[in-house]
């Protein structure tokens, strides 16, 4: 609560300040403020990503701002060689702006900002977030340039809570990591239970690996006790995963009650606890910089953000915790919503369609008043008519709304699949039956429209049911013919079959949309391209540079010539499919078929699949399977092709297995048809990708591909050599379950050499 009150004492007196000092209006009109954000973090942690929202979100303004963002990524990158890089670049690329301000973002960014700022970006006023020490800080810094907001834990609030609501609580499990900060949370945690002053044991886990957190959670008995979590950034292959998806993975099955102070673990992983939020913490320091730009001095050195006390609903009833026993004010999430919360769409969209439906009904009844004789009159006119009508193939409608009856000739039951008029059985009563249910505000808004004089006729296109539920497109044409007392009496007009129009627009939709996707796709295989060619490039030219220089020895050299030779490997691959891919389009690619040892060619391949493998520190499993036991096979075909699609398939095999086995081989399937299949226990492929990852400039998981590269041609390409070869090409796959494809090409019956 005392904080809470600081806040807002925070935000009245800056507030206050805005209003009082006209100086801040006359510079935010007179120039464009340049201001950097700088994130210790990496894009995509969600701590990051809140933090850069608040920020934008208040410096939205573009006419008086502009604002850099850059990400450290310290959180997974921490070697002082790595920071000194990142000065070196900063510097390059900040050469020629003029900053402002700064906002830096959790510790790795001040002490950046400390070590390197002034000699990049020269003196400038710096606002911090996410600090939790801002006081060891006061002997490095000036405190009338540097001010921010402290992310202070309040680990006390959230002891007090558990200890409520788990009354018979003897021991915290503590769990924590090797990170740097996890020593400042720690301390804060034992502070925090001294003045708790109650009995209860501390157990400390430090996790090393998920497996050997996982195990010394089993071992503990699970009774009377409570987890704390106050840190989990765990190294995978030497680079921290984010703490929320290791909490899902370690912690989601455990049955312990888990408290934590972030929100990014709520909800579906922590019961709660006093949290704080990165939104929160960018929004303060945007608005401190704010402050800056025109007086430092009556700023505070650093202020708190706001607190919650937020629980999670189903982690709640998962351990039968009364919620009668939370804290007042608390925020509630997983809350099952109310039936009119849950169902509001439908009811909204239900009752209007009864309105839509009523107000039809309400019209037509309304207007029937009265009626004038003039049958007689216009029998001539309607026998012409007619036979005008049936030689344009038109139907014929004509409405009494006195009498309350609907004409309607032979041609119009035939263009709905009736013989007859009496077959179609359409009366006053039900004819709202017979329009498509998205139709009947169309030709009510006609009809209004017309019954006001807007326009000359009723004029519409709507979907009529015929004979079996048939839909068929109609164009409807009518007009008032009488009136009385200023109200319809009559109604004629005719309709027409528009089906083949509806058709070729539909026709002409959709060559849009593929042309537009087309477009897209291409457009996003040049960018793609770009940056594929663009790494090896650069590459070749920063080892090449290297080497040039005399300041290294011949084992540096001969490890860049290696880096080198590999970069113009990748670079030859890219090139050879982009020139493959356009001789397929272009239908230049011509098969030089010949006899070959299919055995030596899969041993050969075995042995590039394994170099691959080895390449990328990968211990995968490579096992070549044949269908016979002779050491040789002689079939027909184009080796060469035949060696780039199974490589094709062995690669991507290879790039998306990060562990288990690989198996590749051929089998007979009939005289004069082998069969090839690659099979792998990779990540696998979605149900809704497996189309698209044999189209052209296609990739299936855009997570994966963003992650392992690629071009999207490679499939590509081999569906298209496949096709050549006289085969097909498929593939059956299940997401975490590995993927096989399987492909054929038409050749002689392989023949043994003994």
Not at 307 to 334: G, M, R
Not at 408 to 422: C, H, S
Not at 515 to 524: F, G, I, M, P, V
Not at 587 to 608: A, G, P, T, V
Request: proline share 3%; with cysteine.
């Amino acid at each position: 609560m005392n904080r809470i009150k600081s806040f807002l004492i925070f935000i009245i007196a800056t507030i206050g300040l805005w209003v009082s000092n006209p100086s801040f209006a006359a510079t935010s009109t007179e120039d464009t403020k340049e201001i950097l954000l700088l994130n210790s973090y990496h894009r995509g942690f969600k701590w990051s990503d809140d933090i850069t929202e608040a920020v934008l979100k208040t410096f939205r303004d573009s006419s008086k701002y502009r604002v850099f963002v850059e990400f450290m990524d310290s959180k997974r990158f921490q070697t002082p060689e790595y920071f000194n890089h990142l000065a070196l670049l900063y510097q390059l690329k900040y050469k020629r702006a003029k900053i402002d301000g700064i906002i830096c973002s959790d510790n790795n960014a001040l002490d950046f900002i400390i070590a390197h700022g002034d000699s990049i970006w020269g003196v400038t006023p710096v606002s911090f977030c996410g600090i939790n020490n801002p006081n060891d800080y006061i002997n490095k810094i000036d405190t009338n340039r540097f001010k921010g907001v402290e992310e202070k834990l309040n680990i006390l609030s959230t002891l007090q809570t558990m200890t409520k609501l788990q009354p018979n609580l003897d021991e915290i499990i503590v769990i924590g990591d090797n990170s740097l900060l996890f020593p400042i949370f720690l301390k804060q945690f034992n502070d925090a239970l001294l003045q708790l002053n109650k009995p209860i044991k501390q157990r400390l886990l430090i996790a090393t690996t998920n497996m050997q957190l996982r195990d010394s959670l089993e071992s503990i008995d699970s009774k009377n006790k409570a987890i704390y979590l106050l840190s989990l950034y765990i190294n995978r292959d030497g680079i921290p995963r984010e703490m929320i998806l290791e909490g899902q993975e370690i912690l989601n099955n455990c049955n312990i009650p888990i408290y934590g102070n972030w929100d990014f673990l709520m909800p579906n992983l922590v019961l709660g606890g006093t949290i704080i939020k990165g939104y929160d913490q960018g929004l303060l320091a945007a608005k401190i910089m704010k402050c800056q730009f025109w007086d430092s001095h009556n700023i505070p050195f650093h202020v708190l953000p706001p607190e919650y006390s937020a629980f999670d609903n189903e982690v709640l009833k998962k351990f039968s915790i009364n919620s009668n026993l939370l804290p007042p004010n608390h925020i509630l999430l997983n809350k099952a919503a109310s039936i009119f919360e849950r169902f509001k769409t439908e009811i909204a969209s239900t009752i209007a369609v009864l309105i839509v439906l009523l107000s039809i009904i309400i019209t037509l009844i309304s207007n029937i008043i009265q009626r004038k004789r003039t049958e007689v009159h216009l029998l001539e006119s309607e026998k012409r008519l007619e036979l005008a009508l049936e030689t344009a193939n038109q139907g014929l409608w004509d409405i009494n709304l006195e009498r309350k009856n609907i004409f309607i000739n032979r041609l119009f039951a035939n263009l709905l699949g009736y013989d007859t008029p009496k077959d179609l059985n359409l009366s006053f009563e039900n004819w709202v039956k017979y329009i498509h249910i998205n139709d009947i505000e169309h030709i009510a808004e006609a009809y209004t429209l017309h019954k006001q004089h807007k326009t000359e006729s009723i004029s519409c296109e709507i979907r009529l049911k015929g004979k079996n539920d048939q839909i068929t497109w109609v164009a409807i044409y009518g007009k008032i013919t009488q009136i009385l007392n200023n109200e319809p009496v009559r109604i004629i007009g005719t309709i027409l079959n528009i089906n083949s129009q509806k058709e070729f627009e539909l026709q002409l939709k959709s060559a849009k949309d593929k042309a537009e996707e087309s477009d897209r796709l291409k457009s996003s295989f040049l960018a793609n391209m770009s940056h594929e060619i663009r790494t090896p490039m650069n590459a070749i030219m920063g080892f090449a540079d290297l080497i040039s220089t005399n300041a290294i020895d011949e084992e540096e050299r001969d490890t860049y010539l290696k880096l080198i030779k590999g970069s113009g490997e990748t670079l030859l691959t890219l090139i050879n499919d982009i020139i493959d891919i356009s001789k397929i389009e272009s239908e230049q690619l011509q098969l030089h078929r010949q006899s070959f040892d299919l055995d030596q060619l899969l041993y050969n391949i075995q042995k590039i699949g394994l170099t691959f493998i080895k390449n990328n520190n990968k211990t995968l499993k490579l096992i070549l399977i044949k269908e016979s036991t002779k050491p040789h096979h002689i079939i027909y075909s184009d080796p060469y092709r035949l060696q780039q699609i199974l490589l094709n398939l062995l690669t991507n095999a290879i790039k998306f297995t990060p562990k288990g086995k690989i198996e590749f081989g051929y089998r007979q399937i009939k005289d004069n048809l082998v069969q090839f299949y690659v099979i792998d226990t990779g990540h696998g492929i979605a149900e809704e990708h497996k189309e698209i990852i044999f189209e052209r400039f296609r990739q299936g998981d855009e997570s994966l591909a963003k992650k392992y590269g690629g071009t999207g041609l490679g499939l590509a390409i081999s569906q298209s050599l496949v096709t050549m070869l006289g085969g097909t090409i498929r593939v059956e796959s299940e997401i975490s379950k590995g993927s096989s494809f399987f492909f054929t090409i038409a050749s002689p019956t392989i023949s043994p050499i003994q």
